[in-house]
């Protein structure tokens, strides 16, 4: 397992941007894939975004075209650029590493949460 740490939720306008960021402990290559998940409150968690180990990137439908999700193996940092917010995306944003393409997420951050407002 990576210990991974999130960074940069805070209070977006609708229409705006965040950038979140996550610092992994170990080398991001070493995973099948990282991604972005989120829970809003009251709802369930929804995976976002991921990145496998060959930087091929998947989108949820409900941010796909705004979200961008990148990585920087050097760093061992994974990003998430969401433009054009929207108050739906208000939610906690988790970060989580798997080391097989398929199943259950193996490492997962502590969130930061992102709040947008109307």
């Known amino acids: 397992q990576v210990q991974l740490v999130e960074s940069g939720g805070g209070l977006a306008q609708a229409g705006g941007s965040l950038r979140l960021s996550c610092a992994a402990s170990g080398s991001i290559f070493s995973q099948n894939r990282m991604g972005w998940l989120r829970q809003g409150s009251g709802k369930q968690r929804e995976w976002v975004a991921s990145v496998t180990s060959d930087g091929i990137t998947t989108y949820g439908d409900s941010v796909k075209g705004r979200f961008t999700i990148s990585r920087d193996i050097t760093k061992n940092m994974v990003y998430l650029q969401m433009n054009s917010l929207k108050p739906e995306d208000t939610a906690v944003y988790y970060c989580?590493?798997?080391?097989?393409?398929?199943?259950?997420?193996?490492?997962w951050g502590q969130g930061t949460q992102v709040t947008v407002s109307s």
């Open positions: 989580a590493a798997r080391r097989s393409p398929w199943g259950s997420w193996d490492s």
